[in-house]
């Protein structure tokens, strides 16, 4: 679906605060996508002897952590979703419902 | 019932000490799991979200801005509700990772404050709707269709035109 063209678009004070909750939103989703990578290698190899490392490697769910990650932009998008409806509900102006 | 908080308090607070000898993979697992298990039980809760009837406010006098704002804390409400088991298991899996290692500490602080955004967007919404009128939320509560999850636009357009 082609999103439409919309001149003259003004965004109330409110839609300016949901832009901004959408991308503190998305901000905390791209970190906490980073960190939960980053973590379980830390966990694996930071002042970890080889044989600890290779312990930990063995040890470590690869497909609980895979789930996680997957599950991060459905939890997101559920937020964003969420202030996009109520933006939607208390918006007068057509364009920006249309927005 | 005091005893057995007691108990879950103290062990809690000795956990350091008992999980050092878990391994923090253990936890860190368990935790993934239940972002996946709340993921899946939100998936579930929007995908049941159906449009309120039109007739739902029927003989309650409602300005246009109460039904948004009724609407905007019931929704979140019903959504909350729905997911409420899934989102407990994932705080409870948050706290023991947090007590077991310092090194998830990022990820579980952009992790908690990731999902605990619809509980604060809740109480904002609550405090909104504590301004109607005690004896028209009276009414309201006991309306069991906003108890569910409902499709927020759709249901405040039908509602509107009324």
Redesign the interface.
Known sequence: MKCPTIHQLTFSQRSKESLEEIKRIKSLSNLLSVSLATGTLSTIFLGANSATASYSLNSTDFVTLTKAMKSVPVLTRSLIERIAAKTHMYSTNPKEKQF | MKFINKLYFSLLISCPAISNEI???MF??E???K??N???Q??IC?NKARVLNKDTFQNIKITPKEI?VI??YK??NA?ISCSNEKRLEYYKASVLLRLS?N??A??LD??D???S??EF?LLKAKKEYETIAPEIRKKLDAIKELDKPFN??TS?EVLSKQ
């Open positions: 391994p923090v993979n860190f697992t935790f993934n799991q972002i996946a709340l993921a899946e939100e998936k929007s948004q609407l905007e929704d979140l959504f290692s090194v998830y990022d990820t952009s992790s404050e990731l999902i955004t619809h967007w927020l636009i405040y």
